[in-house]
């Protein structure tokens, strides 16, 4: 069974910096999709980014970026230019690309604070 | 607004009651699954539909149910419910396998059992 950790059950960054959210899985597979999803005080849960396994580029969008390293198995986060938005549950999460196994597990969650 | 629509958003129980929470998924989106979040924590996977079948199951307690109607809309339902059943219930939808876009979540129903 796959696990997905994340060691930093909270963070801060002052506003307008750089901060790096770290996400370590567990996996025998070689094909599958992680993802970063930020759930804000609303509790909605929204996509952040996305990265296929198979690809050796590191996903973008806009301020957000990964830093992916299959052979470690990490897949962190980093925020750029951090804004007051962005205060929010940040959760790391692994689907594999197994046909019939398509449920998303998820880690347990990296709280950000933004600091003004 | 996500497209997928769980209703109602809150819920508050006795012990022992039963409640269905409902979702209705993206338009198009043919699997849905359910996610329990305790307080503070990570999401767990309950159950997966894909287009009215039971495709996958995680660790679903046998209190839990659901089913997926022909309409797609989906039903999650607790029985005999404990106060440790008090949690934010998830469900996302997706096209087909997803592939990689993920899921789309919908904005969840916070059950309190009392």
């Known amino acids: 069974a796959q696990t997905v950790t994340q060691s930093q059950p909270e963070m801060s960054v002052q506003e307008a910096e750089t901060v790096t959210l770290s996400c370590t899985y567990d996996?025998?597979?070689?094909?599958?999709?992680l993802f970063w999803y930020k759930q804000p005080p609303s509790r909605q849960m929204i996509l952040v980014i996305r990265q296929e396994a198979y690809k050796q580029q590191n996903a973008t969008e806009n301020r957000f970026s990964v830093n992916f390293q299959k052979a470690a198995k990490s897949f962190s986060l980093k925020i750029s230019d951090s804004q007051l938005g962005d205060a929010a549950m940040y959760f790391c999460?692994?689907?594999?690309?197994?046909?019939?196994?398509?449920?998303?597990?998820f880690g347990t969650g990296t709280r950000l604070t933004i600091i003004p | 607004d996500s497209g997928v629509t769980q209703t109602p958003k809150h819920l508050i129980t006795a012990t022992g009651q039963r409640v269905t929470l409902r979702c209705s998924p993206r338009?198009?989106?043919?699997?849905v699954y359910w996610y329990q979040q305790s307080l503070d924590q990570g999401l767990q996977f309950l159950i997966q539909y894909y287009n009215g079948e039971e495709r996958a199951k995680g660790n679903i307690l046998e209190r839990f149910s659901a089913q997926q109607f022909p309409d797609l809309h989906s039903e999650l339902n607790l029985s005999s419910l404990e106060l440790g059943d008090s949690a934010l219930y998830f469900c996302a939808s997706s096209v087909g396998r997803a592939y990689n876009y993920g899921y789309t979540f919908g904005s969840g129903t916070r059950l309190t059992v009392v």
């Open positions: 996996t025998s597979e070689s094909d599958y999709y």
């Open positions: 999460a692994y689907r594999s690309a197994n046909f019939g196994n398509e449920k998303l597990t």
């Open positions: 338009s198009g989106d043919l699997s």
